[in-house]
């Protein structure tokens, strides 16, 4: 399983960035997709997940300002950020529970990308 991650970037205090995390591979399908963040010296945490129902589950601290999706045919998790605050930066890593063409499940990480708001 390989996972893309793009967007990202560099944005002032109260703008918006998304995120997109694509799997390819011989999978199936996506069970359950995520993003997690890890900030300088802190340990990832979790920002978003959505199960395959479309069940979302968000940390306190995005909760009405971050929405995640998913897109079931293109096998992609997107996290959509708004109202940028500087303690949302980090590195942001995608992470899906797929189900493999053999019929197992696997869990992935992607490559972090840098998300840095500025005050």
């Known amino acids: 399983v390989q996972l893309q991650a793009s967007g990202g970037g560099s944005v002032q205090a109260g703008g918006s960035l998304s995120l997109s995390c694509v799997a390819s591979g011989s999978i199936i399908g996506i069970n359950l997709g995520g993003w997690y963040r890890q900030a300088p010296g802190k340990q990832r945490e979790l920002a978003a997940t959505i199960t395959n129902g479309g069940s979302r589950n968000y940390a306190d601290s995005v909760k009405g300002r971050f929405s995640i999706s998913r897109d079931n045919a293109r096998n992609t998790v997107a996290l959509h950020m708004n109202s940028l605050k500087p303690e949302d930066t980090a590195v942001y890593y995608c992470?899906?529970?797929?189900?493999?063409?053999?019929?197992?499940?696997?869990?992935?990480w992607g490559k972090g990308t840098q998300v840095t708001v500025s005050s």
């Open positions: 992470n899906v529970d797929v189900i493999t063409a053999l019929g197992r499940g696997m869990s992935s």
